[in-house]
C-alpha cells in the first residue's frame, strides 16, 4: 500500500539529516525538556514548604550543570564546521538573537537564505493566513510552519523586543497604534526571520540602518 502511494503521488524525497546536524537538532531537543524540568521544580519553591527547598534547589542545580554541558557540546560541534561557525557569527549579529535560536535555524532550517521573504515566512509558520469566504471576513492569523522554530523564535523576540531598538521600534509603534501584544509580537518575529533570511541570502552582518 505505501509503495502504491509512493508511486502514484510520487511525494517529494526527504533527505537524510547529516550526523552533527541530527545530533543537534537532538541535542536541541533534550535541552528543551530539561528547561522545562528546571522550570516545573523552580515553581515548587514557591508552593512547597521551606523543609523541601534544599532537595528542589539540588535537582535544579544538576539540571543546570546538564543544560550547561548540552550548551558546552553544542559549541563544539558548531566549532568542527567552518560554514556553520560563520553563519552563527552571522545570525548572533542581531542583537536578540541568542545561540539557541542560531542553533535550531542551523539545524531545523536549512532553507534559510534560498527562499524569497514570504516563502521563509510561511515555512516557519508566521505569514498571516486570510479567513475568508463569501462576504465572511474573519481575522488574519497565523498557522502550520515549523512549530519549534517558532516557539524559540518567540522566545527569542522577547528579548530582543528589549534590547534591539529595531524591533522595539516596530512592537511599541504597533501597540500604540492599538494593536494586540501577541500581534505585535508575531509581526516582528516575521521580520526578524525575513531579515536573517535576506542576510544569510547576501551573506551580510546585522546593520541596524538597513534592516
Not at 550526523?19 to 519553591?45: G, P
Not at 542583537?95 to 539557541?100: E, P, R
Not at 508566521?126 to 522566545?155: C, D, H, W
Request: proline share 3%; with cysteine; glycine share 6%.
Amino acid at each position: 500500500m505505501i509503495a502504491h502511494y509512493g508511486e502514484a503521488l510520487k511525494p517529494r524525497l526527504s533527505e537524510i539529516k547529516p550526523d552533527n546536524i541530527k545530533y543537534i537538532s537532538d541535542l536541541l531537543v533534550r535541552r528543551a525538556q530539561l528547561i522545562d524540568m528546571r522550570t516545573m521544580e523552580k515553581n515548587r519553591l514557591s508552593i512547597l514548604p521551606k523543609a523541601l527547598h534544599r532537595s528542589i534547589k539540588k535537582v535544579i542545580n544538576t539540571l543546570q550543570k546538564e543544560v550547561d554541558k548540552i550548551e558546552q557540546t553544542l559549541d563544539e560541534l558548531i566549532k568542527e564546521t567552518p560554514d556553520w561557525h560563520e553563519l552563527m557569527i552571522l545570525l548572533t549579529s542581531v542583537k536578540g538573537v541568542g545561540k539557541v535560536l542560531a542553533y535550531t535555524l542551523l539545524s531545523d532550517l536549512p532553507e534559510l537564505g534560498q527562499l524569497n521573504r514570504k516563502e521563509i515566512a510561511a515555512l516557519v509558520g508566521v505569514a498571516p493566513m486570510n479567513r475568508e469566504s463569501g462576504s465572511y471576513q474573519g481575522t488574519r492569523k497565523i498557522k502550520g510552519g515549523r512549530y519549534r522554530i517558532r516557539t524559540v523564535l518567540f522566545m527569542s523576540m522577547l528579548s530582543a523586543i528589549q534590547s534591539n531598538a529595531k524591533f522595539k521600534g516596530i512592537y511599541v509603534g504597533m501597540v500604540a497604534a492599538g494593536k494586540p501584544k501577541k500581534v505585535a509580537i508575531v509581526a516582528c518575529m516575521r521580520r526578524l526571520i525575513t531579515i536573517l533570511n535576506t542576510m544569510v541570502k547576501n551573506n551580510t552582518a546585522w546593520d541596524e540602518n538597513l534592516a
